[in-house]
């Protein structure tokens, strides 16, 4: 596990614009396919995606798929598909097949439909996956204390009753995550900080759901200062 720490979170979003263009470089060169990642909702993540540049044949390269999605209509504002859309995948012209939404509300009968036809669409295993923290320690929709951390069948479940609004979710699970290549978790803000010091610290996935997400080669935490302020010096 590593920990980078960058001085603020334009210089956050910046660095890992920069790593994410040159990891999806590498893979496509070392594997000569596309390569699977995994995007995530939130500020930071989308000012991330705000920065990427060319080329554009690079990114036209890639297999888009998310780790967590509100559970609501597809043109609604909340969708972390529609805020990816708008930050870099429309800007990039990015090809309808090469993207993998989660369903919107109302494309199935109901959630548990909704996340298994999601999980029959994912690859074995995923290049990079991309994940913020929930100022409670959350990670993709995986919550504390919720049935769902204990998952170990499902690739993708439903969630209800989320703590932060929307309360209607779909989130890959565990097995899902920890089977990826990679895992970056990008975390900016003081509000984070806690949270940031309990999973670093390996605290219960009951407490802190982002101690429980480790890459199979990788696993880097890009943080601001404000983020990692209460990490032991």
């Given at each position: ?17 920069h ?10 060169r070392?594997t ?9 909702g ?10 990427l ?5 690079l ?6 798929y998310?780790g967590?999605?509100r559970?609501v ?13 708008e930050?870099?995948l ?5 090809p309808?097949?090469?993207i ?18 999601y ?14 923290v ?9 919550f ?5 951390l204990?998952e170990?069948?499902?690739r ?8 932060k ?22 975390v ?13 610290a ?24 404000d ?5 032991p010096?």
């Amino acid at each position: 596990m590593t920990v980078q720490i960058l001085e603020d979170r334009d210089a956050l979003a910046r660095a890992v614009a920069h790593r994410l263009t040159e990891r999806v470089d590498e893979v496509q060169r070392s594997t000569g396919r596309r390569p699977r990642l995994v995007l995530t909702g939130g500020t930071i993540a989308n000012e991330v995606l705000r920065q990427l540049i060319g080329p554009v044949s690079l990114w036209r390269e890639v297999d888009y798929y998310w780790g967590d999605e509100r559970y609501v209509a597809a043109d609604d504002d909340d969708r972390n598909e529609k805020q990816a859309r708008e930050a870099f995948l429309t800007r990039f012209e990015i090809p309808e097949e090469r993207i993998h939404a989660m369903p919107a509300a109302g494309e199935y009968a109901s959630k548990d439909e909704a996340a298994d036809a999601y999980a029959a669409r994912l690859p074995d295993s995923f290049d990079l996956v991309l994940l913020g923290v929930g100022p409670d320690a959350h990670v993709a929709s995986l919550f504390p204390g919720f049935p769902q951390l204990g998952e170990q069948q499902r690739r993708v479940v439903g969630v209800d009753g989320s703590p932060k609004p929307p309360p209607e979710r779909l989130s890959l699970t565990y097995p899902v995550l920890n089977s990826a290549t990679a895992v970056w978790f990008v975390v900016a803000g003081e509000d984070k900080a806690a949270a940031v010091a309990a999973a670093l610290a390996g605290s219960p996935v009951e407490d802190a759901p982002a101690a429980g997400v480790r890459g199979v080669d990788e696993t880097l935490w890009l943080l601001d200062t404000d983020s990692a302020s209460r990490l032991p010096r």
